[in-house]
């Protein structure tokens, strides 16, 4: 091994051992600039002297420094030619050859080389791929077949394209015969390899692998050469979905093994056929029917087949979607088998749930919400049982309402031993009452006309929600479930009675009970009325308040790990969701909450390991920045500064962009004041290069060093430091990705530091633009670029304006500003969309027309070109939008995490009116126009008469009059 391989193995060693992790990782970083750093890892990755724990840390940072250094945004390699040639070259071979632990990480980087290269600049990969298939060599097989899925599944989600398809093309054109020819070669390998237990379980792998593949290729549109073999591939699924060996079966009660898995990946291929080619496909469906039905009422309830009747329950679900397959259960007496055969022991309670309630109550949590469960028993029996209530509504309320019924007498006889007969109630009358989904936002929008929520609600719901003790646990969680699933249909006087009890459960000592209650709560206190009024008015919460948010933090912070303080993010959610409720209300217990955000931030700044938790902790930093920070912005600021900066030097880079985000709304919120001393500090590592490599970071970034920029120009210009700034404009404004945050940042620039200490700096900006505009512009580029032109041109009383842009393009080439304005500025000017863009381009044209000499003396036309496209604004004037405060609400599940930028919206930045002294804008434009034709001596009235089309004059007359 040659010696800085040897030196990278090493550190890879230290950096698993928590005492020596930070400086390997350090060091590790220093290496990543030097040429061929990814072939060194993968050399160690291959190495089978090395540890086998030193090899899987190798691949797991080749991975990560290929989804960062493969592709800059443009998608130019950011790696040595040569270097991108021996990735590519080496890297199918290695992922063959290494165990799977290993493989699964090096699957991840080829999936991000396939995203950017596949297939254009990686055309030989699927030959490279079909040439290593064997006949009989399952281990290289699965290496090859695990290498293809982990570059095909990118398909799955994407919308059609013509790209797309002439992807796929060339994909099927080379693979799908020997694919075809691989799933024979390994059928016949497992059946004469029956009786070899250890060769056996290496085909069923081949096997499970295939049908992931099957699917990938199959998911946009089913392949020719499938639909030329249907009858030979769907012998082949029936016969491995009832396909069985006593050697195959696991001995742990919760440990799936091969067979639930191949066949779980069978059903996904049957579903996905069911749903998409109904026409090839329906005439085989008969068999699977028949086969998932006695799969379902012969299994048992162990939690390893779970997964397997998830899916087998899926596929019915799938089934039942057509109304013609549905018709073979529009019978009362074979729905009743239905629901007693397969829906009443999937949906039912288990000892394993009740473990899991007891001993991983996060996990029973995470699973129970709507939609995050889809593989459980309970969720898949509950999506078939709505299935076959939208086919026929009437008939399955009155089959199931007489188990509700049923259960309902059972626990009535002995509450205490029946109690699970209640739970099974209450779950059968939630999945017949809802109709359509259960949204995030506001719960069971519509309900099944045939069944009374409220009164439910009242004869066996609000017992157990009130009563202090003698409630087994989970009914108590099943109550709260209820009132959170049904929210929007509970009135506002059942909300009067609801609430307290909901605030009163965060109280209980169970975990399940206290973290639904914040859920509830945090979803009560969203929900608005057709006004857009909070159902949970202000006013009642204030009261509760501080109590209410002590409690949260307390509940949060009760175990001091970092990873115990963030396993909840549904109390942090909570916590948000009152500061936005109570807003300018938190500012008499500000330190209280302050605090307390400054103790969770300095304990899971250590060990960032719930992306949903930090988000919301972050969140609520924002809403109390947004509504205490402006009667105490001092208090604020000199509170957060510490444990920020602490943040920014220990690099903490889950936490970077949203911090960055939290200094720039603590600076805006007190517009006036002068920079803080440790601000002025920040300026200068916020100019490092190194922190604008992370495109999470930009948008942030631009917004904090804006913030300063408007706050203390004169210490920017004193420290020598707008030519740097202007510098990171350049770098920002060539790419396609980042033009806007560049001109949000050159606005900042402009619009504060004095137009004297600009000018050397003027010609050289414009000419970037010039030569994008010419070379690779795209419409936001443009429309920036004329935002920008009018953002100069309307500032003529800070020594810019449109005299002063002109001057600076003839300085870039003699007359080019003729063509830009007739071809770009004016045309384009009309596409702006936001107000405020509309308001500045109106004040812009106005002082133009008014005081602009290059439209006195060069361009004449330009005059009343000028005009007309000012009239053309003043048909619709715009209008300052309404200050809306509604704070958006984001759903965490969209969110890219670890991605990207994480916008903030509690104290996401409002948009500024630049001319808030303009409030008619017809009424100002037509005072401006007069007062410039007084002051030039009729000049404008001259040219109105001379210059403008008869429609023209009469429409601007009107303006002026």
């Known amino acids: 091994m040659a010696g800085n391989t040897q030196a990278i193995a090493q550190l890879l ?14 060091q590790i970083s220093e290496q990543q600039t030097t040429p061929g750093f990814s072939i060194t890892l993968l050399h160690i990755v291959a190495d089978n002297s090395v540890p086998h724990t030193t090899r899987l840390a190798a691949a797991l940072y080749f991975k990560n420094f290929i989804k960062r250094n493969w592709t800059d945004v443009e998608g130019n390699y950011k790696l040595p030619q040569a270097e991108v040639v021996t990735v590519k070259q080496e890297l199918i071979g290695l992922m063959i050859s290494v165990p799977p632990s290993i493989q699964s990480q090096l699957g991840e980087a080829v999936s991000a080389i396939a995203d950017s290269d596949f297939w254009e600049r990686w055309d030989t990969l699927v030959d490279d791929l079909v ?8 281990q290289i097989n699965n290496g090859v077949l695990q290498v293809a899925h982990s570059i095909f599944k990118r398909w799955r989600p994407l919308f059609r394209s013509d790209e797309l398809f002439t992807e796929i093309n060339h994909v099927l054109s080379k693979f799908s015969n020997p694919f075809l020819q691989l799933l024979q070669n390994t059928d016949a390998q497992i059946t004469q390899n029956a009786g070899n237990k250890e060769v056996l379980q290496q085909y069923l792998s081949t096997l499970n692998l295939m049908m992931k593949l099957f699917y990938d290729l199959s998911c946009q549109d089913m392949p020719p050469d499938f639909e030329e073999n249907l009858k030979a591939i769907v012998d082949i699924l029936h016969k491995y979905l009832v396909f069985d060996n006593p050697a195959l079966h696991t001995t742990e009660e919760d440990e799936s093994g091969i067979l639930e898995y191949i066949k779980a990946g069978i059903f996904e291929v049957l579903i996905l056929y069911t749903q998409k080619y109904e026409e090839e496909f329906g005439q085989h469906l008969p068999q699977f029917i028949e086969s998932s039905w006695s799969l379902l009422t012969n299994i048992g309830a162990e939690t390893k087949y779970d997964i397997l009747v998830s899916k087998a329950l899926q596929f019915l679900t799938s089934v039942t979607a057509n109304p013609q397959h549905a018709q073979a259960f529009n019978n009362p007496d074979i729905l009743g088998q239905v629901v007693e055969k397969v829906i009443l022991p999937n949906l039912s309670l288990r000892e394993s749930d009740v473990e899991m309630f007891e001993d991983e109550p996060i996990e029973f949590i995470r699973r129970d919400l709507e939609g995050s469960d889809s593989d459980t028993r309970r969720r898949a029996a509950t999506d078939f049982l709505r299935r076959l209530m939208e086919q026929f509504t009437e008939l399955v309320t009155g089959v199931v309402n007489k188990y509700i019924d049923h259960y309902l007498a059972d626990y009535a006889r002995d509450k205490q031993g029946n109690w699970k007969s209640k739970d099974t109630a209450v779950y059968l009358f939630s999945s017949i009452a809802a109709q359509g989904a259960s949204t995030a936002a506001f719960g069971v929008k519509t309900v099944n006309p045939h069944v009374n929520v409220l009164d439910f609600f009242q004869k066996n ?7 202090e003790t003698g409630v087994e646990p989970i009914l108590k969680v099943d109550a709260i479930k209820f009132v959170h699933m049904f929210r929007t249909q509970l009135t506002a006087q059942f909300w009067q009675l609801a609430f307290p009890l909901l605030v009163r459960h965060l109280g209980v000592q169970n975990f399940v009970i206290y973290s639904y209650a914040a859920i509830a709560i945090e979803r009560a206190l969203y929900l608005t009325d057709d006004n857009r009024q909070p159902i949970i008015p202000k006013a009642d919460l204030l009261p509760l308040s501080k109590d209410l948010l002590v409690h949260l933090f307390g509940l949060i ?4 790990a970092p990873e115990k303080i963030q396993e909840n993010e549904f109390l942090m959610k909570c916590v948000m969701r009152v500061l936005i409720v109570i807003r300018d209300g938190v500012i008499p217990i500000t330190d209280i909450v302050l605090q307390n955000f400054l103790n969770i931030t300095m304990v899971i700044r250590h060990n ?8 919301y902790h972050f969140e609520g930093i924002g809403a109390l920045i947004k509504f205490a920070a402006p009667s105490q912005p001092e208090r604020l600021e000199t509170a957060l500064y510490e444990p920020f900066a602490q943040i920014l030097q220990n690099d903490v880079q889950e936490f970077i962009p949203y911090v960055f985000q939290l200094f720039a709304a603590l600076l805006e ?7 803080p001393a440790y601000y002025q500090s920040l300026i200068q590592p916020l100019l490092m290069p190194v922190l604008w490599e992370s495109k999470g970071n930009i948008p942030a970034l631009v917004r904090l060093l804006s913030a300063i920029i408007l706050r203390g120009a004169d210490v920017v210009v004193a420290n020598k430091q707008v030519e740097p700034i202007l510098g990171i404009f350049q770098k920002l404004v060539s790419t396609k990705a980042n033009e806007s945050h560049g001109f949000d940042l050159l606005e900042a620039v402009v619009s504060a530091i004095p137009v004297d200490t600009l000018k050397p700096y003027f010609t050289p900006m414009l000419q970037i633009m010039l030569t994008r505009l010419s070379n690779s512009k795209t419409e936001n580029f443009t429309l920036r670029f004329v935002r920008f032109y009018h953002f100069v041109s309307a500032r003529d009383d800070k ?14 080439q003699q007359d080019v500003f003729r063509p830009i304005y007739t071809q770009i500025i004016l045309p384009d000017t009309q596409k702006l969309t936001r107000p405020f863009d509309r308001k500045t381009a109106v004040v812009s044209f106005t002082k133009t027309l008014a005081d602009g000499q290059a439209f006195i003396e060069r361009y004449m036309k330009g005059w009343a070109l000028t005009c007309e496209a000012l009239l053309k604004l003043l048909i619709n004037p715009p209008v300052a939008p309404a200050s809306d405060d509604i704070i958006p609400d984001a759903d965490v599940d969209d969110l890219g995490f670890g991605v990207g930028f994480t916008q903030l919206n509690t104290c996401r930045k409002a ?36 210059r403008l089309s008869p429609e023209a004059r009469t429409a601007l007359s009107a303006t002026m009059a």
């Open 557 to 560: 912070q009760k175990e001091s």
């Open 799 to 812: 020594g810019l304006g449109s005299d002063f842009f002109i001057s600076i393009a003839d300085s870039v």
């Open 911 to 946: 948009p500024q009116d630049p001319f808030p002294d303009v409030a008619d804008v017809r009424a100002w434009v037509g005072g401006y126009l007069k007062a410039a034709d007084a002051r030039n001596g009729g000049r404008i009235g001259q040219y109105v008469n001379e």
């Open 461 to 467: 719901i609000a017992e157990d929600l009130s009563a």
């Open 131 to 138: 040439s290593r298939l064997t006949p009989d060599n399952a």
């Open 669 to 675: 919120s007190n517009p006036s004041g002068t920079l």
């Open 608 to 615: 960032p390991s719930n992306p949903r938790f930090y988000y």
């Open 13 to 26: 060693q230290q950096s698993l051992d928590p005492r020596t992790s930070k400086q390997a990782e350090a």
